[in-house]
């Protein structure tokens, strides 16, 4: 029995969608365990591009379990449609589980959270709007809607006569907000959609457990990334879960002492969406090199993600947070053209070299990196298939992260698709 972890090691977009997809072939299960339709999963196979929010990266292969986690928080809307469009393209394999105590998120979330991103202006976080922080902030207050409620009518309409007097009175109060909720049409469409989802909820934490006792092995892919962690990223500026390796055992019911493998996730440069400190961010020409290159735009929203190059001091503190075991570099293809390339090593704050921080926002931006500054391969890599083909000079680049990191680099991704992926040996 295995249980490995995959966790972005940035803010989010690693590539976490096509290493799951890569590896679940050898896992009898395939789980998410955190956040909800804020995340963006896209996998490249047979020449099919398929962008997921909510479903595990794995639903494409039959006969394996995909199991959508009490720790997630599920738009049963977006589900639907998911689901049907795998359907329609004749893709489905019906391997889904939905945990029954995901919170569902509904639409006075994903209202409120545009309301408090306008409402706070120049001080909004830059959500996703997809209600996720809404629906967390009603988890914690017991107020939520969990998916086993689908299942049981009275219970549904109990905790909408809670829960929905609450959103009133801040959408009237609050936002001065029109048309409020109203409970008996939500009640209607909620049942309406417990009839297609409904099937699919289950005890998932048991169904786990089971998968564990029978020896199988478990994959759980991570949605956006350490430094995005409640507790442990740049907050305020962060999700409103916990996409760290902890939140695999919270989110899924495993427990820590099963997981025996941890594989952090990071480009070989930087992305963010949304607002907050970035020390590395490049607002130049190689900034826009890399968006560009990179197709650097929110799957979910369509953002323009901010770019720079590669943070070893954020990376080694996401790697510590998430007790990674080794790490997966994504996307260096889009690094091919660049006569030199860049890591940042340390931070100069206050006049001192510092290589670790607090993540304070404040803090981070008091930090200005310090790089280390190498040749580029200047030439396409996207055809290579092993390590021994790889360019002399990306070699170095990767040799010398593992060093700065002390975490085995064990897989290097040169392209989107999946065959477009090396093993690599660690020197460790
Ligand atoms: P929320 O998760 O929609 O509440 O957004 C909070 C912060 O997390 C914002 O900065 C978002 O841009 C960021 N975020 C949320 N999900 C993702 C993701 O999947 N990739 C990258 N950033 C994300």
Not at 234 to 252: E, I, K, N
Request: negative net charge; proline residues 5%; charged residues 25%.
């Amino acid at each position: 029995m295995a249980v490995a972890v995959i966790v972005g090691s940035q803010w989010g977009d690693e590539g976490k969608g096509k290493l799951t997809h890569y590896m679940s072939p050898h896992y009898e299960v395939t789980l998410r365990f955190q956040g909800g339709s804020n995340a963006g999963h896209t996998v490249i196979t047979g020449g099919r591009t398929f962008k997921f929010n909510l479903l595990p990266s794995a639903i494409l292969h039959a006969g394996r379990t995909c199991i959508m986690g009490d720790g997630m928080v599920v738009n049963p809307a977006h589900l639907i449609e998911e689901i049907a469009l795998l359907q329609k393209g004749g893709f489905w394999q019906d391997n889904l589980r939905v945990g029954s105590r995901a919170h569902l998120v509904l639409p006075y979330h994903i209202l409120l959270d545009e309301l408090e991103e306008k409402r706070r202006g120049g001080s909004s976080i830059g959500t996703t709007k997809q209600g996720i922080g809404p629906c967390y902030a009603d988890k914690y207050a017991r107020i939520g809607v969990l998916a086993g409620d689908l299942l049981k009518p009275d219970v549904l309409h109990k905790r909408l006569e809670v829960v929905v007097p609450v959103k009133n009175a801040l959408l009237r109060g609050l936002y001065q907000y029109e048309p409020l909720i109203d409970l008996e049409a939500l009640y209607e469409e909620l049942l309406e959609q417990g009839k297609v989802i409904g099937p699919y909820i289950a005890d998932t934490a048991a169904i786990v457990r089971e998968h564990i006792d029978a020896g199988h092995s478990i994959l759980c892919e991570g949605a956006q990334g350490a430094l995005l962690d409640i507790d442990y990223g740049t907050y305020p500026f962060v999700t409103s879960s916990h996409p760290v390796t902890a939140g695999a055992c919270l989110g899924t019911g495993i427990a820590p002492g099963d997981i025996s493998r941890v594989i952090g996730v990071s480009k070989a440069y930087t992305t963010r969406v949304g607002n907050g400190s970035f020390p590395t961010e490049l607002t130049d020409a190689t900034g826009e090199h890399l968006r560009e290159r990179g197709l650097e735009y929110g799957t979910t929203t369509g953002r323009p993600r901010r770019c720079g190059w590669i943070d070893l001091v954020l990376l080694r503190h996401a790697l510590r947070i998430n007790g990674a075991s080794e790490l997966a570099i994504t996307k260096i293809d889009v690094l091919d053209d660049l006569p030199t390339v860049k890591a940042c090593v340390a931070y100069r704050r206050k006049g001192e070299i510092v290589t670790r921080t607090g993540l304070a926002d404040a803090e981070l931006a008091q930090c200005e990196p310090v790089y280390e500054e190498f040749s580029g391969w200047k030439g396409p890599i996207r055809e290579v298939r092993s390590e021994s083909e790889l360019p002399a000079e990306l070699t170095s680049f990767v040799d010398f992260m593992e060093k700065q990191l002390g975490v085995p680099i064990t897989v290097l991704s040169l392209g989107p698709d999946h065959d477009e992926t090396v093993s690599r040996q660690p020197k460790l």
